[in-house]
């Protein structure tokens, strides 16, 4: 079954750093996502891109963050330079023509 | 802008026994509902949705929600739970009016199923 998987699952990285979290959505599919999730708290949408470009973008989607499908299979969420705030798990989705998006399994972000 | 309530946070149930999760939502416009659910160390995987027609819609593994307009209610439950049904529970909206489905979700609902 075709399935969004997203790299690493975690990640550690010290404040100020940029990161970089990789997802590869289901193959034919157009409109791709991130969302987050702070411990304890909603899954939040961050950003949605379709045809080469952001769609939407919530308000936590500052210049601190940009999406990119570099190659046609990668969709990846680069953070230039981490808060500590930014802890959280980032969960990467795709969506084909209905309305049901697909989901990884996450990459839990650390930023210490 | 919409929003979602899931007003319990933690849900402790036998096995065997019904479970019922609520959700709440308020949109300016007509909405898609969704409940998703996380397993242990798992992703998000979609339970059930409602988009139209009929107010209750069935999962395969047994649950079932209730879309209720006037109430601004899509409940969640099952009959008869099972240990395997232990995970974390979302509900979430999309607005149709928008073109990318973006989702906004509930805070979740932790269901530990005990024997």
């Known amino acids: 079954e075709p399935e969004v998987t997203q790299t690493p699952s975690h990640q550690v990285t010290q404040m100020g750093q940029e990161v970089i979290l990789r997802c590869v959505p289901i193959s034919n599919h157009l409109y791709f996502y991130w969302y987050r999730q702070i411990l304890g708290q909603k899954v939040e949408f961050l950003v949605s891109?379709?045809?080469?470009?952001?769609?939407?973008k919530s308000e936590i989607f500052d210049d601190q963050f940009s999406v990119e499908r570099p190659d046609g299979s990668n969709f990846t969420l680069k953070i230039r330079s981490t808060k500590l705030e930014d802890s959280a798990m980032y969960f990467c989705?795709?969506?084909?023509?209905?309305?049901?998006?697909?989901f990884g399994q996450g990459t839990r972000l650390t930023v210490v | 802008a919409q929003s979602v309530t899931q007003l319990d946070s933690q849900v402790p149930v036998f096995e065997e026994a019904p479970v019922e999760l609520r959700c709440n939502y308020s949109s300016s416009v007509s909405v898609y509902l969704f409940w998703y659910v996380q397993y242990p160390n798992q992703g998000l995987q979609l339970l059930l949705k409602y988009l139209s027609g009929s107010t209750l819609v069935k999962s395969i593994n047994g649950f079932e929600a209730e879309f209720n307009k006037s109430q601004t209610s899509f409940h969640l439950r099952k009959p008869s739970v099972h240990i395997s049904d232990t995970a974390e529970y979302f509900c979430a909206v999309s607005e149709l009016s928008a073109n990318d489905y973006k989702l906004s979700f509930g805070a979740g609902t932790t269901v530990t199923v005990r024997a």
């Open positions: 989705a795709s969506r084909g023509g209905s309305t049901e998006a697909f």
């Open positions: 891109f379709y045809n080469n470009e952001i769609s939407e």
